[in-house]
């Protein structure tokens, strides 16, 4: 019919909040108003296909998006609009990939940003300035053409193992990774090497090949490996980076197309991507890349001495008499422990584990008092000082204690999850037999670790896992598992019922499920848990570290002055 009159369509896409009036303000008229016909994304998505993406295809919505523009991207008498509302992450993924499918084909895309604000001004522009180049386009006959085809993804391979390719990882968590998972995936075969633990430009350089609706995680991780290519340092043809991957209905599981994107746009295309995820929760395979039992015994030590470290380090050097001490102490032993990480031998990681909880129980300590501040949040703002400014350091310097959950904690989360799945919303029974299977052995290997802390004068044991799913039920419910999910708020509820009030809850500005599970959570965290101190933080390029440090420094004030009630109390 349009080719028939010589007419005009726009394909307007939004979400169907979009379809409310007062969110879009309009602008389905105002694009009638200049001569086109307007259609919703659903009209046509049925025509069209979602195949060769280069993205995860997880969501409802994007699937009728990416079919959609497949059919206007063919079809010369339509155009492609797509509204996208401020501070939605989710269309970090899904407008890039529109674009992407639009280019293909030598079309235009337009990405209207709307918010609350209703002067259409900008928005009047747009549509004048496509209608202009429609009309020229048309003018010089330049018709639908499919440019090329989407490259397949550069994966490493076997072959790239044997030839002992360099594999970037990005800094996720210093304290498991420095001498400990590197040492493990070293020994397993794979020449990896750790990017820098403090490095601020890896954010301008994410910020420029990143969309910024994305992740901040996102875009520190893939700032680091682009940074680390354009240095010069390594072969670009015998390099390849490496990124965990959990899977699930988080931005996160986009973030190996996300790298590709960015390789590509950077120049380094040809360099592959290595996707590790655990069990079959990634969104890829790797041939070049296996879990053996050698390497995952490796893997599984080098997390457990950095759990150990993590609680060991953080609850002492607030104390030391002498500084420096502890650091040294912890640089003592990840040199002797390197042996253990290589050979994977679980009997030598039980008598490692004595002999470091002794050691640190044993460092002179200043009788003083000090309050514990439990760090939580998004698991790789929790744990990167370049995420999260070094909140470690900054609430040492600040007269406290660290208090971080370990990180083997967020494994049993993703694997319980299998088991959720399956009893409640109809998973298949393998994924909960290998779930359990597996909390079951680490629950065996965190054994010898947990009854050295309870045998300490200093330390404490390891929360039972069941006990952190019973912390977290009256809270929310299990089914909430994308991002940290429910995890999140048990691990709150795990250090207040240990004793310790004063928690940061750290989230990526644009992560939608923490702010649920997380900012969320707080109100009734307070009511059930009263004289709980529970401060949120956001963090992401733009953000305020004056700001930051201020809302630590009130916290800290509370705390103080809680610390100070209680010891009156006590007197």
């Known amino acids: ?276 995820s655990l069990g079959n929760q990634g969104v890829e395979t790797t041939p070049g890349f296996t879990f053996t039992l050698p390497l995952v015994k490796r893997v599984s030590i080098a997390f457990l001495y950095g759990d150990l470290f993590e609680r060991l380090v953080y609850h002492t050097r607030p104390y030391e008499v002498e500084k420096g001490q502890v650091n040294a102490l912890y640089e003592d032993w990840l040199n002797r422990v390197r042996p253990n990480v290589e050979n994977g031998s679980f009997k030598e990681f039980k008598r490692n584990v004595a002999a470091i909880v002794h050691d640190f129980d044993t460092v ?58 399956h009893r409640h919303l109809g998973a298949k029974k393998s994924s909960e037999i290998f779930a359990e299977v597996l909390l079951k052995l680490i629950r065996q290997a965190e054994k010898p670790m947990d009854e050295a802390l309870r045998a300490s004068d200093r330390f404490e044991g390891i929360t039972p896992w069941e006990d952190v799913v019973a912390g977290a039920k009256p809270v929310l419910s299990l089914g909430n598992m994308t991002g940290e999910g429910w995890f999140l708020p048990a691990e709150m509820v795990e250090l207040l019922r240990s004793g310790v009030n004063n928690i940061v809850c750290m989230q990526p500005f644009g992560c939608l499920p923490n702010h649920i599970v997380g900012k969320g959570m707080l109100k009734e965290l307070r009511r059930e848990y009263k004289g709980a101190n529970l401060m949120p933080i956001d963090y992401d390029p733009g953000a305020s570290v004056v700001n930051q440090l201020n809302r630590i420094r009130l916290m800290m004030a509370t705390a103080k002055k809680g610390l100070a009630q209680e010891s009156v109390k006590q007197s």
């Open 1 to 276: 019919m349009l080719k028939q009159k010589g007419e005009h369509g726009i394909v307007l896409a939004g979400r169907p909040y979009h379809l409310d009036p007062m969110i879009n303000h309009g602008i389905s008229q105002m694009i009638a108003a200049a001569g086109f016909h307007v259609l919703t994304e659903d009209s046509i998505a049925h025509l069209g296909d979602v195949r060769g993406l280069r993205v995860v295809n997880q969501w409802s919505y994007h699937s009728r998006l990416y079919a959609a523009a497949r059919i206007a991207a063919k079809t010369p008498e339509l155009e492609f609009v797509q509204l996208n509302s401020f501070g939605c992450g989710l269309d970090a993924i899904d407008t890039d990939q529109v674009e992407e499918i639009m280019n293909q084909y030598n079309r235009l895309y337009t990405c209207l940003k709307i918010d609350e604000g209703d002067n259409l001004g900008a928005i009047r522009i747009r549509i004048r300035s496509l209608k202009a180049a429609i009309k020229e386009r048309t003018e010089k006959q330049v018709r639908p053409e499919k440019l090329y085809d989407n490259p397949t993804p550069v994966k490493f391979t076997k072959e790239m193992k044997k030839q002992k390719y360099t594999l970037l990882l990005p800094m996720l968590s210093p304290i498991h990774q420095h001498k400990l998972v590197d040492v493990a995936l070293r020994a397993s075969g794979y020449n990896v090497v750790n990017l820098p633990v403090q490095d601020r430009r890896s954010v301008d350089v994410g910020t420029r090949f990143v969309n910024n609706d994305a992740c901040y995680p996102a875009i520190i991780s893939i700032g680091q490996m682009v940074e680390a290519l354009q240095s010069g340092k390594y072969d670009l043809d015998h390099t390849a980076v490496m990124m965990s991957q959990t899977g699930g209905g988080c931005r996160a599981t986009n973030y190996v197309p996300l790298i590709r994107k960015a390789l590509k746009d950077a120049g380094f295309g040809q360099v592959p991507v290595v996707s590790i």
């Open 364 to 421: 002179p300590q200043r009788s003083v008092v000090k309050p514990k501040v439990g760090v939580v949040g998004e698991i790789l703002v929790k744990y990167s000082p370049i995420a999260n400014n070094d909140i470690v350091g900054t609430i040492e310097a600040e007269g406290a204690e660290a208090v971080v959950p370990d990180i083997v904690g967020f494994m049993n989360y993703s694997l319980y999850n299998q088991v959720y799945r």
